[in-house]
T-cell receptor, first 113, second 112 residues
Framework: AQKITQTQPGMFVQEKEAVTLDCTYD???????LFWYKQPSSGEMIFLIY??????QNATEGRYSLNFQKARKSANLVISASQLGDSAMYFC??????????FGTGTRLQVTL | KAGVTQTPRYLIKTRGQQVTLSCSPI?????VSWYQQTPGQGLQFLFE???????NKGNFPGRFSGRQFSNSRSEMNVSTLELGDSALYLC???????????FGSGTRLTVV
């Protein structure tokens, strides 16, 4: 069974600063992937970034990057140059059998002026 | 290309009633999975359908059921609604191969 742990219930960051959101995982699958999603107050889950366990490099998508440390089973999301629109819930997730995603409890990010 | 469409966006029902939610996946995607999100329990997997077959089911009572049609559209049904069923219900569309899950905007169900 997969498990995702997000230990930061809430984070504050000033606009234009970088912020790191933590995610650790547990899985017995030798090949796996990790997703990060953003959920604004409207409710929609927005895909941000994906890291495959065998990817040679850390994933990057614009201002989002992953600090993937396989030996430590962590996949922290780094958001650079934070914007007010980044204020939202952020979820780390890992897929399991038959398209089942296991999510962490999420981190609420608040970007301040 | 069109995204994942969930209808309705908002719903208010009375205890004891039943409700049907709909999810239209991205064209070409054959997998639709459903999740319930509540403040207390977080995001919980309900079930997944692939090519009209349920492949996986979460730990929910039998009041929660679903189906998928030949065009990959999926519906989930909750019978005999309870107050605790109030939640955001999200569906995710994918190819079914373990990559690229795209979510809809969700249906916010309130049971009174």
């Amino acid at each position: 069974a997969q498990k995702i742990t997000q230990t930061q219930p809430g984070m504050f960051v000033q606009e234009k600063e970088a912020v790191t959101l933590d995610c650790t995982y547990d899985t017995s699958d030798p090949s796996y992937g990790l997703f990060w999603y953003k959920q604004p107050s409207s409710g929609e889950m927005i895909f941000l970034i994906y890291q495959g366990s065998y990817d040679q490099q850390n994933a990057t998508e614009g201002r989002y990057s992953l600090n993937f440390q396989k030996a430590r089973k962590s996949a922290n999301l780094v958001i650079s140059a934070s914007q007010l629109g980044d204020s939202a819930m952020y979820f780390c997730a890992i897929p399991g059998t038959a398209s089942k995603l296991t999510f962490g409890t999420g981190t609420r990010l608040q970007v301040t002026l | 290309k069109a995204g994942v469409t969930q209808t309705p966006r908002y719903l208010i029902k009375t205890r004891g009633q039943q409700v049907t939610l709909s999810c239209s996946p991205i064209s070409g995607h054959r997998s639709v999975s459903w999740y319930q999100q509540t403040p207390g329990q977080g995001l919980q997997f309900l079930f997944e359908y692939f090519s009209e077959t349920q492949r996986n089911k979460g730990n929910f009572p039998g009041r929660f059921s679903g189906r998928q049609f030949s065009n990959s559209r999926s519906e989930m049904n909750v019978s005999t609604l309870e107050l605790g069923d109030s939640a955001l219900y999200l569906c995710a569309s994918s190819t079914g191969q373990g990559h690229g899950y795209t979510f809809g905007s969700g249906t916010r169900l309130t049971v009174v």
